[in-house]
Structures are given as structure tokens and as C-alpha cells.
């Protein structure tokens, strides 16, 4: 190819194809029919087909009851470095859903969208638990995302590895020593960890801060004017990572993983390798949905609680995209009022969804808390129940007890960072026999002072 | 070759008084004879690249040097906060942490990762029968998707008396051993892992690089009464110097931003014996604040391209001695 002009044209074809690529992702909010179109965040990415079967359903019937709105199910799963991509890169859902811990960053950040005046609309804003409500609010009082569920921290536990280890699995541990005790059976007998402890991702952080408040301490202190006190070095946090410690270095009952997370424990422990764990009351769904759990080994009940302690508690909201336009909120409140809110308010609509779900296969009836007051909650209750089939009895030591124990929110300031910075204590006492947790303590402590100043 | 100060021998011989001015070459050969002598067709075939290129490398290193000056939230418009952002990583506590890992981590790499392709390309090259056989068997870790090798390898480090690994130590009576579960063993497990995902590719490269080497070299050695470690000191080293230097550099520069194996084996852990530099950077972009931190990521990496920049330019410097020497 040696004319100029075979060159040039060679040259601008290929300037064209790369102009072609870079400009590719124009997109618009609305349909060639005029609807507005909604992607809405659906499921995490590995959901079985019975989860997308209900949700066409749902979606069909939203679609006949607002024939101007174009609903997409959009494959999603909450982590913060896939919202920071997607923010970038403009690609988020315009609902989605975050939890209450990262909620508080991002409304700092401003990168939710306010909806104070379409929850006034809905007229359901006293409805809310306030210390729930509390938690998408700024400091001005502006709502920033509808609270749709709520959990308190709860024990599961393996069934059938309290049967093999002799153990009742209708009587589950109700002190740490307990748990300890039981901890020991499952190993001995059966070789699986008895009991573990996630300590990655900032999840090590955030079940030591379950446990200390479980256990009468706090890892932080509000000063009231938007300071905030760090407490790490307490009685009840050291208690636990003694606690931890023990378990694994004198009574061998940790098993042999002391790097899991949120997704890995849950795996191990739906693949019958964990007697027991903390995390929030809500995971059933994930565990049998995502995980493939047995729902017949599925047993839960309350952390134990003493020295006072209440119950970390913790949950999402339905949040709508910050980039949207004015037409795309009004679609993505009348979603979120529909979807997540009218189920727990409204007979019909609760009915509805509870038969929906069902029909397709999917959980109904997880033990979660009051997002609106117990009493509406309760009433709910009685409408789903006869399409409830999650083993109800098998998570009666949980909801039998869990209103007796205090509900305590999330720390607050720099909530991710500072359980990023408990994740190495964790993982200091599962695997190293010589841990200095006192000394461990106090450095963290520091440490997250230094964070809570910087603010 | 020696390079010297002494002119060439064409133009020295011109006598000084008829040699005509110097002057830039392309302005006096105008336009029209640049466009005739295909400067224009160059111009245009570089013109794809040039602007791939600028899109795609240069643009968004230009972007990290602006943002590592700023902070967002990827909505609003971003704030200048001049050097706060340096200021802020190199307070960090867990930086020096994190140096001294990746250096561990590329010290270890060194040892290990360094010398076993280098042996093994030797040993395979005096193989006689069934070459391909072996180059593809070494090969063969390299294409395997990095995450996935990743993920079997965890399989076989698993703890316990049940881990792959720890079964096979059991039959020779060593006892199970914690590998990524604790602070002493985890980095020399990844490098270990890292060393079979890398290793095929430098065996390919080195045994390329030995076919290169004169057969007479290793016959005249061979009359001198060399066995094969004399001939692989005195002969196949030498010859691959040059080869070997490059393969060094890049493996410092790959080392220094080693990030999958940690991220992916332990996160980081246990007890932060495994945080690298590009996992930090990692974790001040994503993990801790939403994304609140771009600002520090980067400018950590703006400070670790800045130092592999140096030592790139030190490397050619003192290559460049050693060759003239």
C-alpha cells in the first residue's frame, strides 16, 4: 500500500472503527414508546432460574398497574468497588439497594439522591421505625432512601451437625461459654469447625463490633456534635478476641480457614463445614437461594447476649441512582413504593407477593425486623402465613427471643474503615497463638482515632 | 564495539573549510519532498495508534496525575486539594507495611521465580527427544486463566489434614502446615504459586534465547574437558546476559505490582503479612470509603510509577556501562 490516498483511507477507516467503539454508549431513558424506562437492580449475578421466574411475574404485574413505566431487571449485587465503577461509568441500576453502613458514606459523599418529598407524598414517613428511619436521614432531617429491611445479628447453626455431635438442636447455646462448649462437641466429633468467624473485607470488623456489643461494650462513642469517640480498647472486645483465641488455640474448634468472608462463610456453612456462625438474621434466603443449603440442617437462634449487651442490628434501603432524571425518580419511586414497600404495609399487595414468591420457589417468611412499627409488621405476618416455607420452627430460639434483646445500630463514624482496621485483630488471634491482644487493642484504637478525626 | 568521541572516518576525511554549514535536514528538504518520500503515509498509518494510544495509555495516566491532586465523588465536581492526598498515603501506618511486603514478596519472587525457569530451559534444551512435549507441559500454567489457577491453588493449600498439599507432606510423616493461614507462611505461598504461573513464560523466552548460542561455544568447551556445569557458567550464561538483565527487570517491575495473588488468596491478610502496594492502592480506591479515596489511590500509584520510572532509567544506565565496558 504505498499511494497516499490507499494510506489515508486505511488510516480513517481504522480512526473510524475506534471512534465507532468510544462512542458507542449513548442511551436514553425512555422507550421508542414513550414509557420511562426503569432498570431496576434484580439479583446477584448465579440466581436460579425460579428467582427470574418471579420476578417476571412481579414485574408483569407492576407493568399492568403503571403502563407508562418500561421495568428491566438489572443483575446486581451491592459491594462498594462495583457502585464506585458503576458510578463512574454511569451504568448503575436506578434502584438499587445498599446497606445501612455504607448508606451513611455514601449520603456524606452525596451520592444518594434525595426523596424526602416523595416519601412525604407516599405519607408513610411516621410510619417509619425512627431509629431505622434515622439511618438514610442527613443531618438536616432529609430522607435520602426507603428502609426496606432490617436484621438483627443471629447465631445459625448446623442441625444435623449438633445431632452428630450429641448435641439438641432445639436448645441451641444461650451464653459464649455454651457456644464454646458446643463448639468443642462439633469438632471432636465430626472434625468441621465448630464454630467460625469471618475476618475479611471488613467483615472481621463488623462481627467483632456485633460481638463486643453483644458482649455490654462499643467500639465508639458519638460526642453529639458530629465527633465521634474511639472506644476499641474495651473490656468486651477483648473478651471476645479471648473468646476467639481459646476457641481456636486451646480447643482446636475453628477448623483450618481463618480468611472467610461474607460470601465464603456462608458457602462453607451451606456445604455442611461450619457448626456454627454469627451473621445477620436475614442470610436464609442467600444460603438456600445462592448457596444450596439444606433447609432441614438450618437452625438459628439470638447471639448470646451479657454485662447488658444488646443485639447489632443492621439492613438496606432502596436507593434511587444519583445521575437519573426528574421523570426516571418519579418511575423509580413508584417502584420502590410498589416493590418493597406496599408488601409490608398493604394485605393485598403482601398476599401477592407472598404467593408470588412462593409459586416460583423463593423464601418467604426469613426472620427479619420492623423497618415500619412492630405492630404493622406483626400484621403482616399473619397475611403471609399461609404461604410461609422457611422452616419457621427450626428459627423459633430467634424470633422468640430477639424482641427481648436491645436493638443497637452500627457505629457511625467511618463505619467501613474502622471495621477494616478490625479485621487484622481477627485474624492476629486465629492465627497466631501469641497474639498480644492487649496490645492489639490499643493500637487499633489509635489508629481509628486518628480515622474519626480526619472525619 | 567500543563507542568513542572520534568522528567517523567519511566525514573526517573532508577538510573542514569545504564541509557545508550544518543545518536541520527536514526544513530544508521541504514538504514537498517529505510528502514524495512517503512521510505522509507514515503520518497516516501512525495516526490510528497515536490516537489509541493517547485514548487509552496516556489520557488516563495524564487523568490519575490531575486526580491524585483532587478529591470526588465522581458527581460534583472534583476539589483541589494540591499535595494533601500525598500527605494523607504517606501517613499512612500501613504503607511502610506495604512497601516492606512487596518487597518481600519480590526478593522472595527473585529466588525463586528467578533462577528455576533459567534451570529448567537448560535442562530442557539438552533434552534430545520429545521437546515440544515438555515446552507445552511447562507452558501449559500460562494459559490457564489467572483467577483460576488461583482459586485451585487455594484448594490445594487448604489447612487441615484434608488440603492436597497437606495430604501429600502426611505420606512423608510432616505434619500439616498453616500455609496462607499464617503471618510467616502466606507470602512465601504466593510467590510459590506465582512462580508456576510465570515460569512458563520465561522458559519459553530463554529457551528461544538458547538456540541462539553457538554450538561451537559448547564444542571447544567440551575439548577443554568442561562438563555441563562449566559449560552452562562459562559458556549459556555469558551468551544470555543481555537476556537475562531484561527478563530481571521485568520481573522487578512485575513484582512491585503484584496484586492478584494477594487479593484473591487472602485479602491482604493474615494480620496484613500479605498487603502489597497495589493492593493498598486497591483498598484506599475501593474497599474503604466508596470510592471516597480516588484521590489517594492516586497518588500512591503516581509515587510507585515514579519510583519503577527511576529504576527502570537505572537499570538502563548501568546496562548501558556494562555493555560498553
Known amino acids: 500500500m504505498k499511494s497516499p490516498a490507499k494510506a489515508a483511507i486505511a488510516g480513517f477507516a481504522a480512526l473510524a472503527v475506534v471512534g465507532a467503539l468510544a462512542g458507542c454508549s449513548a442511551d436514553s431513558a425512555s422507550s421508542a414508546d414513550g414509557r420511562v424506562e426503569l432498570r431496576v437492580a434484580t439479583f446477584p449475578p448465579g440466581a436460579d432460574a425460579a428467582a427470574y421466574e418471579a420476578f417476571e411475574s412481579q414485574e408483569a404485574q407492576f407493568e399492568e398497574e403503571h403502563p407508562d413505566i418500561d421495568v428491566i431487571g438489572v443483575e446486581y449485587e451491592w459491594e462498594g468497588p462495583t457502585f464506585a465503577a458503576q458510578l463512574a461509568g454511569g451504568s448503575l441500576p436506578d434502584v438499587f439497594t445498599v446497606p445501612f453502613?455504607?448508606?451513611?458514606?455514601?449520603?456524606?459523599?452525596?451520592?444518594?439522591?434525595?426523596?424526602?418529598?416523595?416519601?412525604?407524598?407516599?405519607?408513610?414517613?411516621?410510619?417509619?421505625?425512627?431509629?431505622?428511619?434515622?439511618?438514610?436521614?442527613?443531618?438536616?432531617?432529609?430522607?435520602?432512601?426507603?428502609?426496606?429491611?432490617?436484621?438483627?445479628?443471629?447465631?445459625?447453626?448446623?442441625?444435623?451437625?449438633?445431632?452428630?455431635?450429641?448435641?439438641?438442636?432445639?436448645?441451641?447455646?444461650?451464653?459464649?461459654?455454651?457456644?464454646?462448649?458446643?463448639?468443642?462437641?462439633?469438632?471432636?466429633?465430626?472434625?468441621?469447625?465448630?464454630?467460625?468467624?469471618?475476618?475479611?473485607?471488613?467483615?472481621?470488623?463488623?462481627?467483632?463490633?456485633?460481638?463486643?456489643?453483644?458482649?455490654?461494650?462499643?467500639?465508639?462513642?458519638?460526642?453529639?456534635?458530629?465527633?465521634?469517640?474511639?472506644?476499641?480498647?474495651?473490656?468486651?472486645?477483648?473478651?471476645?478476641?479471648?473468646?476467639?483465641?481459646?476457641?481456636?488455640?486451646?480447643?482446636?474448634?475453628?477448623?483450618?480457614?481463618?480468611?472467610?468472608?461474607?460470601?465464603?462463610?456462608?458457602?462453607?456453612?451451606?456445604?455442611?463445614?461450619?457448626?456454627?456462625?454469627?451473621?445477620?438474621?436475614?442470610?436464609y434466603t442467600a444460603l438456600v437461594r445462592d448457596f444450596g443449603l439444606s433447609p432441614d440442617d438450618y437452625g438459628l437462634t439470638v447471639l448470646p447476649t451479657e454485662n447488658g449487651g444488646g443485639t447489632l442490628g443492621g439492613g438496606d434501603i432502596a436507593v434511587v441512582s444519583p445521575t437519573v432524571d426528574d421523570a426516571t425518580k418519579a418511575a423509580a419511586v413508584q417502584w420502590i413504593d410498589w416493590y418493597y414497600m406496599q408488601k409490608l404495609l398493604d394485605e393485598d399487595a403482601a398476599v401477592l407477593d407472598a404467593k408470588t414468591l412462593a409459586d416460583?420457589?423463593?423464601?418467604?417468611?426469613?426472620?427479619?425486623?420492623?423497618?415500619?412499627?412492630?405492630?404493622?409488621?406483626?400484621?403482616?405476618?399473619?397475611?403471609?402465613?399461609?404461604?410461609?416455607?422457611?422452616?419457621?420452627?427450626?428459627?423459633?430460639?430467634?424470633?422468640?427471643?430477639?424482641?427481648?434483646?436491645?436493638?443497637?445500630?452500627?457505629?457511625?463514624?467511618?463505619?467501613?474503615?474502622?471495621?477494616?482496621?478490625?479485621?487484622?485483630?481477627v485474624q492476629a488471634v486465629l492465627t497466631d497463638e501469641n497474639a498480644d491482644i492487649d496490645a492489639l487493642v490499643e493500637q487499633a484504637d489509635v489508629d481509628a482515632q486518628a480515622i474519626l478525626d480526619q472525619g | 564495539m567500543t563507542m568513542t568521541d572520534e568522528a567517523p572516518p567519511d566525514e573526517a576525511a573532508v577538510p573542514e573549510e569545504a564541509s557545508p554549514p550544518r543545518a536541520p535536514r527536514t526544513p530544508r528538504r521541504g514538504i514537498r519532498s517529505w510528502i514524495r518520500g512517503g512521510g505522509l503515509s507514515t503520518l497516516v498509518f501512525?495516526?490510528?495508534?497515536?490516537?489509541?494510544?493517547?485514548?487509552?495509555?496516556?489520557?488516563?495516566?495524564?487523568?490519575?496525575?490531575?486526580?491524585?491532586?483532587?478529591?470526588?465523588?465522581?458527581?460534583?465536581?472534583?476539589?483541589?486539594?494540591?499535595?494533601?492526598?500525598y500527605v494523607a498515603v504517606l501517613n499512612d501506618p500501613l504503607l511502610g507495611k506495604a512497601v516492606l511486603n512487596t518487597l518481600y514478596f519480590a526478593a522472595l519472587a527473585l529466588l525463586f521465580g528467578f533462577p528455576l525457569p533459567l534451570f529448567m530451559a537448560v535442562l530442557m534444551s539438552e533434552v534430545r527427544r520429545g521437546k515440544g512435549f515438555y515446552s507445552a507441559l511447562a507452558y501449559l500454567p500460562v494459559v490457564v486463566p489467572p483467577v483460576v489457577a488461583v482459586l485451585l491453588w487455594k484448594f490445594f493449600y487448604a489447612g487441615g489434614e484434608n488440603g492436597v498439599f497437606n495430604t501429600v507432606l502426611g505420606w512423608v510423616g510432616i505434619p500439616p502446615q498453616p500455609w496462607l493461614q499464617d503471618a510467616a507462611t502466606a507470602m512465601p505461598s504466593l510467590v510459590i504459586e506465582a512462580t508456576w504461573a510465570a515460569a512458563g513464560g520465561a522458559i519459553?523466552?530463554?529457551?528461544?534465547?538458547?538456540?541462539?548460542?553457538?554450538?561451537?561455544?559448547?564444542?571447544?568447551?567440551?575439548?577443554?574437558?568442561?562438563?555441563?556445569?562449566?559449560?552452562?557458567?562459562?559458556?549459556?550464561?555469558?551468551?544470555?546476559?543481555?537476556?537475562?538483565?531484561?527478563?530481571?527487570?521485568?520481573?522487578?517491575?512485575?513484582?512491585?505490582?503484584?496484586?492478584?495473588?494477594?487479593?484473591?488468596?487472602?485479602?491482604?491478610?493474615?494480620?496484613?503479612?500479605?498487603?502489597?502496594?497495589?493492593?493498598?492502592?486497591?483498598?484506599?480506591?475501593?474497599?474503604?470509603?466508596?470510592?471516597?479515596?480516588?484521590?489517594?489511590?492516586?497518588?500512591?500509584?503516581?509515587?510507585?510509577?515514579?519510583?519503577?520510572?527511576?529504576?527502570?532509567w537505572l537499570y538502563f544506565k548501568l546496562t548501558d556501562r556494562w555493555s560498553t565496558s
Do not use: C
Open chain 1, 101 to 283: 453502613t455504607d448508606s451513611k458514606t455514601l449520603l456524606e459523599n452525596g451520592q444518594l439522591t434525595d426523596v424526602t418529598a416523595e416519601v412525604e407524598e407516599l405519607g408513610y414517613t411516621d410510619a417509619f421505625n425512627p431509629i431505622i428511619l434515622a439511618e438514610v436521614q442527613d443531618a438536616d432531617g432529609n430522607i435520602y432512601g426507603f428502609p426496606r429491611q432490617a436484621y438483627a445479628m443471629g447465631l445459625h447453626y448446623n442441625r444435623a451437625l449438633f445431632e452428630a455431635a450429641g448435641l439438641d438442636p432445639d436448645s441451641p447455646p444461650t451464653t459464649w461459654d455454651e457456644v464454646r462448649e458446643a463448639a468443642k462437641a462439633i469438632s471432636d466429633a465430626t472434625g468441621k469447625a465448630g464454630f467460625m468467624e469471618m475476618s475479611t473485607n471488613n467483615t472481621g470488623g463488623w462481627q467483632l463490633t456485633a460481638a463486643t456489643v453483644a458482649r455490654g461494650g462499643s467500639t465508639q462513642e458519638e460526642n453529639g456534635d458530629g465527633t465521634y469517640t474511639s472506644t476499641i480498647a474495651n473490656e468486651a472486645t477483648k473478651a471476645q478476641l479471648q473468646f476467639l483465641h481459646d476457641l481456636r488455640w486451646e480447643d482446636d474448634s475453628l477448623g483450618d480457614n481463618y480468611l472467610l468472608d461474607w460470601g465464603s462463610i456462608n458457602q462453607e456453612f451451606a456445604a455442611g463445614n461450619i457448626g456454627m456462625y454469627s451473621s445477620g438474621s436475614d442470610v
Open chain 1, 360 to 425: 416460583s420457589g423463593q423464601a418467604v417468611g426469613t426472620p427479619v425486623l420492623p423497618v415500619l412499627d412492630r405492630e404493622t409488621y406483626e400484621q403482616s405476618l399473619t397475611w403471609i402465613a399461609p404461604y410461609v416455607n422457611v422452616p419457621l420452627d427450626q428459627m423459633a430460639p430467634f424470633t422468640e427471643h430477639i424482641f427481648e434483646q436491645t436493638p443497637v445500630g452500627e457505629p457511625k463514624g467511618s463505619t467501613q474503615e474502622i471495621y477494616a482496621l478490625l479485621d487484622p485483630l
Open chain 2, 46 to 85: 501512525l495516526l490510528p495508534m497515536l490516537f489509541v494510544f493517547g485514548v487509552f495509555s496516556w489520557s488516563p495516566i495524564v487523568q490519575s496525575v490531575i486526580m491524585s491532586l483532587q478529591v470526588t465523588n465522581l458527581l460534583d465536581p472534583p476539589e483541589w486539594v494540591g499535595l494533601d492526598n
Open chain 2, 204 to 312: 519459553i523466552i530463554y529457551l528461544a534465547a538458547l538456540l541462539g548460542v553457538p554450538p561451537e561455544l559448547y564444542d571447544a568447551a567440551e575439548v577443554d574437558g568442561a562438563g555441563i556445569w562449566k559449560k552452562v557458567w562459562h559458556v549459556t550464561l555469558p551468551q544470555l546476559r543481555g537476556i537475562l538483565f531484561i527478563m530481571l527487570i521485568l520481573q522487578v517491575i512485575a513484582t512491585a505490582q503484584v496484586f492478584l495473588e494477594p487479593y484473591l488468596f487472602t485479602g491482604g491478610g493474615p494480620n496484613n503479612a500479605t498487603i502489597t502496594v497495589l493492593l493498598l492502592i486497591y483498598k484506599y480506591a475501593f474497599q474503604n470509603s466508596l470510592g471516597g479515596d480516588y484521590g489517594e489511590a492516586t497518588a500512591l500509584s503516581v509515587m510507585l510509577a515514579v519510583v519503577l520510572a527511576l529504576f527502570s
